[in-house]
């Protein structure tokens, strides 16, 4: 479940409420667009009601990290996934709740500035640790316990941190949501364990202009990548700024179309011999005579560029990666009605061992041996292709994969 946020905007102050995945934050008073650029996670704060005899700098934030994504994992002779969605206590206070529940979700958070005052409580278990706990059950929970455990991937995770406000009031601490006591505390010893706001923590923000051109560039408020419609170019933010992405867009042969992004990964095989596309085919079993042809293909895999429930996303993965040869070389050209990329170069890698699992019709022999392989990219580009919009469904010019409106929409809250 999406959080609501509450931001100030960059450009005129005003207050503008924006969800947790949204990085192009389009103001709605004075119309400006702005790319949001974090370091580290986002640090949200649940909103406080502490009394008002509590000064606002004596209140107290206690770190809870929030993951959310998909893991997907190979156990036995299956390839599984799960969504998962935890907030979990970020240091080891006893008296503190060891999550938060649903609480992010039911309320408008803020996201932390330096108008707070307070002491933030430092965060003392790593988020990978969390991670790690988050998996463990994961795998514990999908029964067949003594099932050997081969490959694990997080993908398109969110990872933030939710601030919980508490105060000290006569030698006792309170959780400031909801004035409830917690326990016995003195402040001059929880001020030992945190320390005051960060200038770090603070995103900045990217004019969105053209760097080639000057024209405004494109997007919608979750697109982690923009175009510009006057020199076809496509960028991704990349260290504090623009940089140019190598892309194409499949030209149909039809009007009214809906384009999807996907990264096509050209990606060399280490660990076992896997360099054509033939030995792809051959690998996983295809039912299907590998010919010289395929031999003399690259070895690519195509990954949807969109957030999208696990089991969409694998077929489409698996579908695009084996019938490739249908699709044609594509142009730098934009076009009408092009769906945002909202899934990460580096988190369509990670699924690439995942999509290879789930192509695979041998996986008995095949989920053993995906420890030792590696997939190292050697390079990369987005791709839009051409969907028909046949009523429920979006339908692919080329290879006829189909997917339903409904869970490409649904994928834009994961
Ligand atoms: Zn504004
Ligand atoms: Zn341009």
Redesign the pocket.
Known sequence: MDLTIHQNCPSCGATIELNEADRLIRCPYCEVKNFMVTRGPLRFVLPDKAPSHIERQDLFYAPYLRFKGNIYYCKGNYLKYKVVDTTRQGMNISALPPSLGLRPQAMVISLVTDELKGCFLHQTIKARTLLEQAAQLTVLDSGDIKADFYHRAFIGETLSCVYLPLYIDKEVLHDAVTNKPLARAVAEKMRIMGSTYRESWTPHFLATL?P??G?SLVGEHDSLILS?Y??H?SWEEKQGGFQMIRWSSVVSRHKDIYSLPFWKIHAYTKGVEMKSFGDFLRFTNQPVVVQKKHKEMELVFWIPAFKVRPSTFLRLGKNMTLTQSKIPAGEELMTKGMHPVTLERTEAIQALKSVMAGAALNKKKLLPMLPDIRFRPLDTELVYLPFFDKGHDYVQEQTALSLAKSVLHFGRKL
């Open positions: 053209c080639r051109c024209d510009c006057n020199c170019s």
